[in-house]
């Protein structure tokens, strides 16, 4: 693997905690996807990209579609299993490879009605982003819907403490505090223009953002979000 994901892969797969569904994600479920869209319907399919641990995938299931987990790391993902796969049927975790031209295909063609990214898509170099877009398009089918999560220089605690690295498009972040010890390489999104650019491929619908911030020595944990269809 590329040593530039070398990094970041490490990372991930030791773990990440997250036990419970955040709130974005069921206001996205309750204000945009049932309200809008009445989803889901029967049948209905989505893939929680970086699902972590889980606790979106199985909220999403619960709602009633029938969901794939997937990750990097084989340690969260043995946890979402035990946590949530005797919940319902109509849900399954599988671990994926970092790179996207590895991995076959996400589980799905052309059947997806929803691929859902909450903070996982800004690991990748440019090439192998939009070779994850190209799969995520050829997944969704015909007005199927994608909904992604960004970080912005606002997070100072990450960009301040990041550093340029051989790929013009990440840059490697690196720094400790008394709760997290942060080292791996993302990109960032300058402002909305520029995450509606990235994201071109899909035709956006919603831009909005949200942000939480807990301790007066972190920066708010500013995420935009991309909410969009396939074209
Ligand atoms: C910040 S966590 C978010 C987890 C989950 N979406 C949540 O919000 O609770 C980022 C997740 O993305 C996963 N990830 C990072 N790069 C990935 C890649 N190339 N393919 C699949 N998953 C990846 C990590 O293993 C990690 O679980």
Redesign the pocket.
Known sequence: MNSLYQT?DTF??KK?N?PNV?SIVFRLQSKILKHEYNLPKKNSKLI??????G??SNFFAEQGYNTIG????KI?IQTAKKRYKKNNKNLKFEV?K??PSDQKIYGFKNNVDVIFA???LY??GKKDFYELLEIFNRSLKKNGLIFATFKTPNQWDYFNNSKKTADPWLRHVKFKNSRININLNQFFVKNQDDMINRMRIFKPIHIGRYTMKLTNYESEGEHLTFFGKKR
């Open positions: 970041t991930w797969k990440y997250s955040e929680d990209f970086g699902c972590g641990e606790s979106s997937l990750d990097i790391s969260s994926c970092f790179i909450l903070q996982s690991y990748l």
